[in-house]
């Protein structure tokens, strides 16, 4: 068959790609702002099983990959590529596939080690046969150089970050909300969030937990059992995925995530954006987003530290202020989709 036409990318997304999560709607933007730069994109769905898919998932995934032209361009999401070894073994001469990795699957908590090490194993495999790799992060661009042998096929494409198109004013507020926008899944850390807040009783606050309940239904239910048992029911409110997050941004004061890693922190920029004073981990790649003037960050896993920080915000409203100010000069900074689609179309018009 003949080769596909030069500006012609076909984008292997596993699972539904309107999902509720940073990377799904990453690939949703990058679609759209390929699009306007002239690239015709075409979704190749692939099965929901991945990065743990059993063998009726590969054997779709083989087969769909072998349907495709001579000579396609094919960008495939980290999420499934790092568990495709045997497809990128077999395919990787005769189509031009590039990865796009939020963030090395084996990162992603709760995994036994015995898994944690294979996907591993299986992603350096795979990563080692694409003909070029993009990274959402320069943190996570560092990992897969220093870790899975990527060297200097990589290009750092992040998220970009929408600025609110009207000034936001929000009124000083002796009850502050909290807010927390991330799926409920372990890595996110929802738990040590409640269990700060369960030290933070005599101070006034009120909190919303926003994010999807479905990517790890255990978790979200072990949350809600955590609030119930601090007595919290009526100060965390546990919302699940929202088509208007940034309603969500606009009534908060303070945005708090204790992610025990990130391969960039999407949720991060966007609160940032909508001037929202940050509290959050310094685990993967978020002090690339959130400088010391618009937050704090700690130590992943360190509930006395976030309390700490999380108590300083409520109780200054002055402090809240100017990290606020802080938010909104750094999200001024942070990359504009359109830029980033740029950089992810010129490392594609690079492959050969």
Do not use: N
């Amino acid at each position: 068959m003949s080769a596909s036409p030069a500006r012609h990318l076909v984008f292997a997304i596993p699972g539904d790609l309107d999902a509720p999560s940073g990377g799904y709607s990453y690939d949703r933007r990058m679609i759209a702002e390929l699009g306007g730069l002239g690239w015709q994109v075409d979704v190749l769905a692939l099965p929901a099983g991945f990065p743990l898919p059993g063998r009726a998932d590969l054997a779709a995934t083989a087969a769909a990959f072998r349907a495709l032209p001579d000579g396609a361009l094919v960008l495939v999401d980290g999420l499934a590529f790092g568990a495709l070894p045997d497809v990128a073994r077999s395919e990787g001469t005769r189509l031009r596939i590039v990865a796009l990795v939020h963030h090395p699957l084996a990162l992603e908590d709760g995994l036994a080690a015995p898994v944690a090490d294979a996907l591993r194993a299986s992603e350096r495999e795979a990563l080692a046969r694409a003909r070029a790799v993009v990274a959402t992060s320069s943190t996570t661009a560092r990992l897969l150089s220093i870790g899975f042998g990527v060297g200097s096929r990589i290009a750092v494409a992040p998220p970009g970050t929408e600025r609110p198109a009207a000034p936001l004013e929000r009124p000083s507020s002796r009850m502050p909300t909290i807010l927390s926008v991330g799926s409920l899944i372990p890595r996110k850390d929802h738990a040590l969030l409640v269990d700060a807040l369960t030290g933070l009783v005599e101070r006034p606050w009120r909190c919303r937990i926003v994010g999807s309940e479905t990517a790890d239904p255990p978790t979200a239910r072990a949350l809600k059992v955590r609030i119930a048992d601090a007595g919290l029911e009526r100060r965390i409110a546990v919302v699940g995925a929202v088509r208007d997050v940034a309603a969500e941004y606009r009534t908060a004061d303070i945005f708090a995530l204790p992610s025990r890693f990130e391969g960039y922190g999407m949720a991060f920029a966007e609160a940032m954006a909508h001037g929202l004073p940050i509290v959050g981990c310094d685990g993967g790649a978020v002090s690339e987003v959130v400088p010391s003037s618009a937050g704090m960050l700690v130590e992943p896993g360190d509930a006395q530290a976030f309390t700490r920080a999380l108590e300083a915000l409520i109780r200054d409203a002055a402090l809240r202020q100017r990290m606020a100010d802080g938010a909104l000069e750094a999200a001024a900074r942070l990359p504009t989709w359109g830029a980033s689609a740029r950089i992810l179309s010129d490392a594609l018009e690079a492959v050969r």
